[in-house]
C-alpha cells in the first residue's frame, strides 16, 4: 500500500497564484490515475483534477481554466498549480488515485483572503 505526502499550501490573496507537489511512495505511480481533492470546512471532499497515465487531465468545472494538474513518473510526483484564485478555493487539498486507493495523507491547506 502507497503512502502520500502533500505540500506547497498557504496564504495566498485572491487573484494570487500557488502550486501544490505531491509525491506517492508505490511502485505503480506510473499506471494509474491521479487526481487534487480538496475539502472545505462543513463540506465533503471533492475531486477538483485528474490525469491519467497517458497524460489526460480533466478538471471541474468549478476550477476549469485555473488549475493545472500534471505529473513527473520519474519523481512519482504530481503537481496542481492554482492560477486566478478565489476565496471560495480556500480547502485542505490533498491527493489520491482516482478512484482511491492509498490512505489519506494530512493534505495542505489553501488559503484565499485578502
Known amino acids: 500500500q502507497g503512502q502520500v505526502v502533500e505540500s506547497g499550501g498557504g496564504l495566498v490573496q485572491p487573484g494570487g497564484s500557488l502550486g501544490l507537489s505531491c509525491v506517492v511512495s508505490t511502485n505503480i505511480f506510473s499506471i494509474i490515475t491521479l487526481g487534487w481533492y480538496r475539502q472545505a470546512p462543513g463540506k465533503q471532499r471533492d475531486l477538483v483534477a485528474r490525469i491519467t497515465s497517458a497524460g489526460s487531465t480533466v478538471y471541474a468545472d468549478s476550477v476549469k481554466g485555473r488549475f493545472t494538474i500534471s505529473r513527473d513518473n520519474a519523481k512519482n510526483l504530481v503537481s496542481l498549480h492554482l492560477n486566478s484564485l478565489k476565496p471560495e478555493d480556500t480547502a485542505v487539498y490533498y491527493c489520491?488515485?482516482?478512484?482511491?486507493?492509498?490512505?489519506w495523507g494530512q493534505g495542505t491547506q489553501v488559503n484565499v483572503s485578502s
Open positions: 489520491n488515485r482516482v478512484p482511491v486507493m492509498f490512505p
